[in-house]
């Protein structure tokens, strides 16, 4: 049974930073592939951005990569999300999302891919 723990979330101002974690266990979990995924307010969950156990370099939706930065730590087994410069439109619940297998870039983005959902954590970017 394979545990996801995320933490982090919050309230942060505009312009602020938070960081984003999500700590995986449990028996035969790899996490050959990670991702994030974000649900704004009364709105479909999003692709955020993934990691690859093969290529080590995350991939991004684009007009999140100049803000946002994805780091895998495999001895750990966590995924963690740094973002920066946030915005109100950043307002969402977050949600970590492993998957065992190896997925191709082209799947990254689709939600059924991913085996496993963590609780989702609030990120609240308001003055």
């Known amino acids: 049974q394979v545990q996801l723990l995320e933490s982090g979330g919050g309230l942060v101002q505009p312009g602020g930073s938070l960081r984003l974690s999500c700590a995986a266990s449990?028996?035969?979990?790899?996490?050959?592939?990670m991702a994030w995924f974000r649900q704004p307010p009364g709105r479909d969950r999003e692709f955020v951005g993934a990691?690859?156990?093969?290529?080590?370099?995350?991939s991004y939706v684009n007009q999140l990569r100049d803000r946002f930065t994805i780091y895998r730590d495999y001895a750990k087994n966590t995924l963690s999300l740094q973002m920066n410069s946030l915005k109100p439109e950043d307002t969402a619940v977050y949600f970590c999302?492993?998957?065992?297998?190896?997925?191709?870039?082209?799947?990254?983005?689709?939600?059924?891919?991913?085996?496993?959902w963590g609780q989702g954590t609030q990120i609240t970017v308001s003055s």
């Open positions: 999302a492993p998957t065992n297998r190896l997925l191709i870039t082209s799947s990254l983005r689709n939600k059924p891919e991913y085996e496993y």
């Open positions: 449990g028996g035969g979990f790899t996490g050959n592939t």
């Open positions: 990691v690859k156990r093969s290529s080590g370099t995350p």
